[in-house]
Structures are given as C-alpha cells and as structure tokens.
C-alpha cells in the first residue's frame, strides 16, 4: 500500500509533538504573540523562566522548524563598542500539520479559491472549477521524474499511485485497480457532494492523463464510508468513465 512516507509523517508528528512541553509551548506562544522578533531575556521574562531554561527551548522549537532566527543589536549603535549582535527569535512562516485520517482541505480550498478568481475574469464557474483542478493537478505531478531513464521499470499504475498518495488518497493496487481508502476532502463532500466530488474526479482524471500515459483512466464509484467517490482503473474496463470526469456528481 503506498501511502505518506514513514519518515515525513514521523517529521511532522515530532515537530508537532515539540509543542507538548509546557514550558516549550508557552514560549512558543508567547513569542509568537509578539508583534517582533524577542530576545532570550524577554522571552524568559515573559512567561517567568530562567535564561538557559528558555534558551534550551527556544532553540530546540528553532531545530524543529517552529521558530526562526536572526542577529540584531538590540542598542541600535553600529562600529567598534557597539557590542555582539543579539540572537532573535519569531515565529516561523511555515505550516505544520498533522491530520489522522489525511485531509487536505488545503488543496480543496486553493482549487475553490483560484475557481472563484478565474469567474472574476468571465470564466463560467463550471469551466473555472475545470481549469482550477487541471492548475492544481498540474503541480501535484510537476515534481514527478519525466525523463524515460528516471520512469525505468515503472508502470503508469505505480507512478500514478505515487502521484496521488502525497494527497491523502491512501491508493493501493490490486489487479491493476487503484483503491483510494481514504478522500481527502471527506466533511466537505459530505456537505457538497456535487461540488467536492466533480472536483475531485476531475482533479484525479488530470493526474491520471500525465501520469497514467493514456493506460488508465477514472471510474467513478459509490463511496463507502471515508473512501474515495472513484477508482483508477485500466483504460476500458467494464463500467469505466472518461478520464475527465468533472461534473459528474456523486452516486
């Protein structure tokens, strides 16, 4: 079963799990309430530690990607006499996010998102869905190897499982049939099945064309539970609907 890999889920659970000391939490908040970056004084201060109980937080929340740093002097004199620049800490700009099952209403909002832009231009909303799945589908496979050496020995049915379990589709190959165990966009097509699920087909039915070389195509499926509203199979099988799949709706 190919799913998200062992080692960036383990990543972003121990980044995550950081936050589960008291005291590392609390200076994590309150360096991240402050309008700039705070020294290891004021930030020991702030929530009533010790300076080297709050250094050895501070930068183990840096190691794990939570905050980040810079050099500044704190007096604002420049030259010889001026003193060492004065080591900052803020909060980093990078998300992190553990969701258990996998959901990526992320990737469901910028698709919306970039739909909503394009009607601002005159793109009927059905057509701007279309195109902004097909935009997003286009970035899910940019970081896939295209050259024939790199593809060596792997099936369409392979390099578009891995294609898609990134996104939390959870695929598994049986038969030449990708399962998808899981949609990632589960409360959302649970609220608005004709929406969510014509955007997730056609989402997949663009995957597929790169990475599927014209073998596979999109079959759409009742879902069950918290799987996915399709399955992957080979070109014209028995039941199979067109790759580009937007606009069918949930059974």
Do not use: W
Not at 54 to 69: N, Y
Not at 83 to 109: C, H, M, N, T, W
Not at 151 to 175: F, H, I, K, N, Q
Request: overall charge neutral; glycine content about 10%; some cysteine.
């Amino acid at each position: 079963m190919v799913t998200m890999s062992e080692e960036a889920l383990a990543r972003r659970v121990h980044r995550v799990g950081a936050l589960a000391d008291p005291v590392r939490r609390a200076l994590y908040r309150f360096v991240a309430a402050q309008p700039g970056a705070v020294s290891r004084d004021q930030a020991a201060d702030g929530i009533d530690v010790p300076r080297h109980t709050a250094k050895h937080h501070l930068d183990k929340l840096v190691d794990e990607g939570l905050l980040v740093t810079e050099f500044r002097r704190l007096t604002g004199r420049t030259g010889p006499g001026a003193g060492r620049p004065a080591k900052l800490y803020r909060r980093a700009r990078r998300e992190i996010g553990v969701s258990i099952p996998a959901r990526r209403y992320d990737l469901a909002g910028s698709v919306l998102a970039d739909a909503v832009h394009r009607t601002l231009g005159g793109t009927p909303m059905r057509g701007a869905l279309e195109e902004a799945a097909a935009h997003a589908a286009a970035e899910a496979v940019a970081d896939l190897a295209t050259a024939e050496e790199a593809r060596a020995g792997e099936t369409p049915v392979e390099r578009t499982a891995a294609a898609l379990a990134p996104y939390g589709y959870e695929p598994s190959v049986e038969s030449e049939v990708i399962e998808l165990a899981n949609c990632p966009f589960d409360r959302l097509a649970r609220d608005h099945p004709d929406v969510m699920c014509g955007l997730n087909r056609e989402f997949l039915g663009r995957v597929v064309g790169v990475t599927g070389d014209g073998e596979l195509e999109v079959e759409p499926r009742t879902p069950a539970r918290e799987s996915c509203c399709a399955r992957v199979r080979r070109a014209g099988g028995a039941g199979a609907a067109p790759t580009r799949s937007a606009g069918v709706t949930c059974p």
